[in-house]
């Protein structure tokens, strides 16, 4: 248990369907990212947000898009989505702030995500 | 650019001590921390090195050298809840994606 859920944990999902994955952290963290990992690859940060105030990303198509009403969840909104945006996408906090090694991230399980 | 880079898969039997490299190129370091994910599951955080040498926690054991950008983690005494993906990541110094990942390492251990 990291203290950070994410759900729901898989979707299946038509190109032209809305959802949305939802995550909460219970660490009292000040930061919260989206992450999305395919396979074989790095993890690719899509959003931030650092005391409730999303960090700008212009590389990340506008299908996806990122709520935080408060510091504790997180939301990514999906519309529209193609089939190469299958893969598991995880949710991570953090508290930022003096000393490095406390800005370690704790991730959620992730949601595995499948656009048909 | 930045570049970290790690083996794909490795394989070892229960027991033994498996070492996993990670080499990286980022702009500006701020710590280098090590992640392990089971399939299915959440990375999660085994060990950080900001100053050179080694680090040992138990069976796991991280070691960093800066001036070759150069990490490892060795894993001793193999145990088969051992197997999973093993995670390299920077702390750098920029202010959007201060993380940069490797894509992981796949350690399988056998009986």
């Known amino acids: 248990e990291t203290g950070v859920t994410q759900t729901p944990r898989h979707l299946v999902m038509g190109m032209t369907n809305k959802k949305s994955l939802k995550c909460e952290q219970h660490l009292g963290h000040n930061a919260m990212y989206w992450y999305k990992q395919s396979a074989k690859k790095p993890l690719e940060l899509m959003f931030v947000y650092s005391l409730e105030e999303r960090v700008e990303n212009n590389s990340v198509p506008s299908r996806f898009s990122p709520e935080c009403p408060n510091s504790s969840h997180l939301f990514l909104h999906l519309h529209t989505l193609q089939p190469e945006d299958s893969a598991l996408y995880l949710c991570a906090s953090s508290q930022e702030g003096p000393g490095e090694e406390n800005e370690k991230l704790f991730f959620g399980s992730g949601t595995q995500l499948s656009v048909l | 650019g930045q570049n970290i880079d790690q083996p794909t898969e490795m394989t070892a039997t229960e027991g033994a001590i498996v070492q996993i490299n990670c080499t990286y190129q980022?702009?500006?370091?701020?710590?280098l921390f090590w992640y392990q994910q089971h399939a299915g599951e959440a990375p999660t955080f085994l060990s950080y090195n900001v100053l050179d040498g080694l680090e040992e926690k138990g069976r796991f054991s991280s070691f960093l050298s800066r001036s070759k950008g150069y990490s490892y983690l060795l894993l001793k005494e193999l145990q088969m809840k051992d197997s999973a993906s093993y995670l390299c990541?920077?702390?750098?110094?920029?202010?959007?994606?201060?993380?940069?990942f490797g894509a992981g390492t796949q350690v399988v251990v056998t009986p």
């Open positions: 990541a920077v702390l750098t110094t920029d202010s959007w994606g201060k993380f940069q």
């Open positions: 980022t702009s500006g370091f701020n710590g």
